[in-house]
């Protein structure tokens, strides 16, 4: 594999992936697209939650629960005080697999 210099945009990618696998353009796009599609498909509300590119890496969906008002210590003054209500909340998480650790070292 040889380096890439320079950060790719999609149509970039798009090039890029033409020249690498002799597929057409248009054919590039449409994978894209149907991966694009399964990783939005698996992290949706309804979905797996979790969605992994074969050793390159997971994506995964972390559901926040809400935090109650509550009373404490501030700890940049000092000072005891009402922290706010904080709602319900989804984090999503990209976590690298070997492959992807290996080519960054």
Request: hydrophobic share 40%; glycine share 8%; charged share 30%.
């Amino acid at each position: 594999v040889r380096p890439i210099k320079e950060a790719l945009n999609k149509s970039q990618l798009v090039a890029h992936l033409v020249e690498n696998t002799g597929v057409e353009a248009k054919t590039v796009k449409t994978v894209l697209a149907g991966l694009e599609s399964a990783v939005l498909g698996s992290v949706d509300k309804k979905g797996a939650g979790e969605f992994t590119l074969a050793g390159l890496f997971k994506v995964s969906v972390q559901k926040v629960p809400a935090k109650a008002k509550r009373f404490g210590k501030d700890p940049f003054t000092g000072e005891e005080r009402w922290f706010p209500a904080k709602p319900a909340s989804v984090k999503v998480k990209v976590r690298p697999l070997k492959k992807l650790k290996d080519a960054a070292q």
